[in-house]
């Protein structure tokens, strides 16, 4: 029997982990808990011990077996700034303490991350000028900043130069994925159409079919199949974002990790919503390198107070006076669903703040203040590192929860969750992790044979076209396992489309399991040109584009990395 099975996901994107991270989460299952403590003036608590915290995972409490203090100042000799300064451990991995500079002064390294693609127009515009404002302000002597886009548009070294940080902020846009945006009709979000394609809420089909035939002008029965369409384009472009996002995030927090010193990331977005699994765990793996490496993340958000677009009376749409809608009708929902939007796009910014020890500056419109307030990580922080029973890694979602003991009137901040994930698939995260850093990358490689054909379909006159990519990948560069009279291996594909700025615009993966018996081993070899045919289609704009290919086979290690040119006029 000749079978192989293929499965299609978006690439999550990830960096490479160097081998000394291999070796720290392969061979220590330790879970790490950045922690906040404030008083109950907001000001971060640093005279805390060990003894002062109580971890519990699922509700059972958990014995600490590393904990940390770190202080986040510019300090002398005694420690650099955002290292552990007070570490100890009981059987477990522990964080060395590092010499500061000659000087005295601990050097900050800043990644300054621009959401440009969740950030709207006009939100874009006060963002960009208040940024621009921010670095006309002399910097510390010892900072060095860098500006990165979620998109990947910019990307920045690191500079001590105001001039050239303001350069960078000036060239910042919203940069939607194509066919996503406020002017579409309708303008459905991500959340929204999660709502209704995965969870199948009828309420939520209702106010978007509402809010259709107001912004179509059609009739409900031409409104709803709209309404459906919008929800899965947005579905599939959401994912899109995700993975941009989370890869985009992996990259900025591998840049800090070779530097020594404070590692700061100031995210201002107006926040994003992940709802797959998939993509949570991929979330989660952000927040192992996140403490690990040492690296904050502060959060801004561009959206103030909340948007009027977000509250605006629905009974003064096009500027009639109406009566008030009822609680339950369904521009009522729509305007509720909208909110519910903005707020867990929000929750996920500070969920990302709130697990790695950073500040949220949120409704507020003062983005002065907001830039002055999260370029600096809290002064001081915690960070508690447990070993999960390896009979409950599980794969699921555990939830943690830090309390204080003996300590009255603070508040704790701190990671609330993991995914226990098994230490037998930590191999396989490597290995995604491998695959999706060369997708980012420009290098070539060609271990197995590859036949590739590209082109793209559009109708006259219009901006929009399918870019179509087969590729024909050759089993002579694979390495087939002999299982009795089978041959088995595994690879996988991902095919991604770059725009002519080097950003990231599209991509897909296939992976591709073989089990193939003697006799179909035998006539598959007898073919002019054996191998295995795999289909990409993906939606774009006019304009000319980089395509790249990886295949990395899983076990026998074979690589091939191809990169294409390709101009859609």
Request: net charge neutral; proline share 4%; aromatic share 6%.
């Amino acid at each position: 029997m000749l079978c192989w099975a293929v499965g299609a996901r978006l690439p999550a994107q990830d960096s490479k982990r160097d081998e000394a991270q291999a070796s720290f989460q392969s061979k220590v299952n330790l879970v790490l808990v950045p922690v906040v403590v404030r008083n109950s003036k907001g000001d971060p608590v640093g005279s805390l011990t060990r003894d002062n915290f109580r971890l519990f995972d699922s509700g059972k409490l958990q014995t600490i077996t590393s904990f940390s203090r770190m202080s986040h100042r510019l300090i002398g000799n005694s420690g650099i700034a955002g290292r552990p300064s007070n570490t100890s451990s009981a059987g477990a991995a522990t964080l060395a303490e590092k010499e500061t500079p000659a000087d005295g002064a601990a050097p900050r390294y800043l990644i300054y991350l621009f959401d440009d693609i969740n950030t709207r127009f006009a939100d874009m515009a006060h963002l960009r000028a208040a940024a621009a404002r921010h670095f006309q302000k002399p910097l510390n002597t010892n900072d060095r900043i860098a500006i990165y886009s979620l998109s990947g548009r910019l990307s920045s070294e690191f500079t001590h130069d105001p001039q050239q940080l303001q350069k960078e902020v000036e060239q910042l846009r919203w940069r939607p994925e194509v066919g996503h945006g406020g002017t579409q009709c309708p303008d459905v979000s991500y959340y929204v159409a999660d709502l209704i394609v995965n969870r199948n809420d009828a309420q939520a089909l209702a106010a978007l079919t509402r809010h259709t035939e107001d912004c179509a002008h059609v009739p409900q029965w031409s409104a709803e199949p709209i309404a459906k369409a919008s929800a899965l384009r947005e579905l599939n472009i959401g994912a899109q974002d995700n993975a941009v996002v989370l890869a985009t995030l992996r990259r900025a927090i591998k840049r800090l990790s070779r530097m020594e010193g404070q590692r700061i990331i100031i995210l201002s977005s107006a926040g994003f919503v992940i709802r797959t699994p998939e993509v949570s765990r991929s979330l989660e793996r952000v927040l192992e390198m996140a403490a690990r490496d040492g690296v904050v993340i502060n959060g801004l958000s561009p959206r103030g107070t909340i948007m009027a677009e977000e509250t605006e009376n629905v009974a003064e749409e096009k500027g009639a006076v109406l009566r008030p809608p009822s609680q339950d009708s369904p521009a009522e929902k729509w305007k509720m669903y909208r909110e519910q939007s903005a707020d867990a796009n929000a929750d996920l910014v500070k969920y990302l703040v709130e697990s790695t020890g950073g500040v949220f500056f949120h409704n507020n419109g003062n983005l002065d203040l907001g830039f002055a307030r999260t370029a600096n990580a809290p002064e001081y922080s915690y960070l508690l590192g447990f070993s999960p029973d390896a009979s409950k890694m599980d794969g699921s979602f555990h939830r943690l929860k830090v309390r204080l003991q003996n300590v009255k009137g603070d508040r704790v901040e701190a990671r609330n969750g993991y995914y226990a994930t098994p230490e037998a698939r930590s191999s396989n995260d490597l290995a995604a992790d491998e695959i999706e850093d060369a997708v980012f990358a420009r290098n070539l490689r060609h271990d197995i044979p590859v036949v590739l054909q590209d082109g793209y379909s559009k109708q006259n006159g219009s901006n929009s076209a399918t870019v179509n990519i087969v590729a024909k990948v050759g089993i002579s560069g694979l390495h087939l396992q002999k299982q009795g009279d089978q041959s088995d291996d595994t690879f996988r594909a991902v095919a991604a489309l770059f725009d002519a700025s080097g950003a990231y615009v599209a991509g897909s993966a296939h992976t591709v399991t073989l089990k193939l018996s003697k006799q179909n081993l035998a006539e598959l070899s007898a073919q002019p040109d054996p191998g295995i045919t795999l289909r990409w289609a993906f939606p774009v704009q006019t304009g000319s584009y980089l395509m790249r290919l990886v295949i990395r086979e899983t076990s026998g290690g074979a690589f091939t990395a191809i990169n294409h040119p390709l101009v859609v006029q």
